[in-house]
């Protein structure tokens, strides 16, 4: 089994991160806003495509450590954002060289408030060179994957393209419901969304990527149609 410290803002505003991906990406960050933008995550990370629904995921650029943090429990079966529609279902393949391996939710071409499905640790509160601005969440084994955040340019990139909209740190225990940031157009994106994507993590470290609409994630005790929440668009 493997064991990661939690790592919290420093009292002299850095933020140090649980893994060396979680920590160039926080870097890169205040760099940027600095006006001084650093390449973040690994090296080759351009070279590496995102994964496919059921793959299991042990490294890369979007992989994110798993810390098996297990705390209270709480879940909220909602639409993730304050207003928005379905774009994008789970192993959807239209336009796509790969099947999806989340949901994403529009929400009519500009930002709105993004909610915790599920509570627990942030886990990583950065740049992704695939999800632009990204927060994950974990408890009990679960990962919930929520990406495209505000604020910057579409696109893959290495640095982030704006400053980041996200409203927690890594390491922050957080109630399902909580304000995690808005929704952009970050990161390899074609439009203003969210996506919403699930992971169960093994003692290994390695995590397998689920489908939302059939799991119950940490304080889940009832079926939620996450693909069915919305409005019409």
């Known amino acids: 089994m493997k064991f990661y410290l939690v790592a919290r803002r420093s009292r002299d505003g850095s933020i140090p991160g649980s893994s060396a991906q979680s920590r160039w990406a926080a870097i890169a960050a205040q760099e940027w806003i600095l006006g001084d933008a650093k390449q973040v995550g690994h090296p080759n990370e351009s070279d590496i495509h995102p994964t496919y629904p059921g793959e299991v995921v042990e490294g890369g650029s979007y992989y994110w450590d798993p810390l098996f943090y297990s705390g209270t429990e709480s879940f909220r079966c909602a639409l993730p954002v ?18 999806h391996t989340g949901i994403d939710n529009g929400t009519y071409g500009k930002p ?66 909580a304000v995690l940031g808005q929704t952009g157009d970050t990161g390899n994106s074609t439009g203003v969304h969210l996506h919403f994507e699930v992971r169960k993590c093994d003692e290994d470290g390695s995590c397998r990527i689920r489908d939302p609409n059939s799991v119950f994630l940490a304080g889940q005790d009832s079926y939620c149609a996450w693909e069915a929440l919305g409005c019409e668009r």
């Open 112 to 177: 709105t408030d993004i909610y915790a499905p599920m509570g627990g640790i942030v886990t990583h509160a950065g740049w992704s060179y695939w999800l632009g601005w990204t927060v994950v969440i974990e408890n009990d084994g679960w990962q919930t994957i929520l990406g495209h955040i505000c604020c910057g340019e579409s696109g893959k990139r290495s640095a982030p393209s704006g400053p980041s909209s996200i409203s927690f740190d890594e390491g922050d225990i957080i109630e399902a419901g």
């Open 82 to 99: 304050a207003s928005g529609y379905l774009t994008s279902s789970y192993g959807d393949m239209e336009g796509r060289s790969r099947a």
